[in-house]
């Protein structure tokens, strides 16, 4: 549900990179995500949010929302990301290899509960694949994140 802010309760704060490597990120993340790795952490599935308390309300030109990562392709050739905020789209990407890349998505003016909802298409896992016993469908790593304000 948007708006509900982190679940555990930690404020975040606009400019504040926030690496999903670290454990602790985990206030920060709502359903959907694999425990922190040293590259991030994965989505469960096709679906993972992320939800955050500012510690204060965005500016009037609103926010960018960057952040980091990378696909496994494992099965396929391309993966699809979607980015959504509040229920409507903010981005949508393509990605067709394996390599760490950035990403943004300006978002409006808005409330201090932020939450953010990612979705790809579901991988095959390494266990589909009879490549090793890992059996989670590995879609989308999310390495870190960021809120800056927008440019006016």
Same mark, same amino acid.
């Given at each position: 549900?948007? %708006? #509900?802010?982190?679940?555990?309760? /930690?404020?975040?704060d ?5 690496? =999903?490597? !670290? $454990?602790?990120?985990?206030?920060? /993340? ?16 096709? *679906?993972?949010? &992320?939800? =955050?308390?500012?510690?204060e309300?965005? %500016? $009037?030109?609103g &926010?960018?929302?960057? +952040? /980091? ?5 494992? %099965?396929?050739?391309? *993966?699809?990301?979607k980015?959504? +905020?509040?229920?409507? @789209?903010l ?10 890349? !950035?990403?943004?998505?300006?978002? $409006?003016?808005? @409330?201090?509960? &932020?939450? +953010? !909802? +990612? ?5 095959k896992?390494? *266990?589909? &694949?009879? #490549?090793?016993?890992d059996?989670?469908? #590995?879609?989308f ?10 440019? $006016?």
């Open positions: 549900m948007p %708006g #509900l802010g982190a679940p555990g309760g /930690r404020q975040y606009i400019g504040q990179r926030v690496s =999903l490597a !670290d $454990p602790a990120t985990t206030d920060f /993340r709502g359903w959907g995500w694999w425990r922190s790795e040293a590259a991030g952490a994965w989505m469960i599935g096709s *679906r993972s949010d &992320l939800a =955050l308390d500012l510690a309300p965005a %500016g $009037p030109d &926010l960018v929302f960057r +952040f /980091r990562g990378h696909a496994s392709l494992l %099965g396929a050739t391309s *993966r699809s990301l980015l959504e +905020f509040d229920g409507a @789209k981005g949508e990407w393509i990605i067709s290899d394996e390599a760490d890349h !950035d990403y943004s998505a300006p978002i $409006p003016p808005s @409330k201090v509960g &932020l939450e +953010f !909802d +990612f979705a790809t298409d579901a991988g896992s390494q *266990r589909d &694949l009879q #490549l090793h016993s059996n989670r469908r #590995l879609g790593d999310l390495e870190s994140f960021s809120l800056t304000a927008a440019a $006016p």
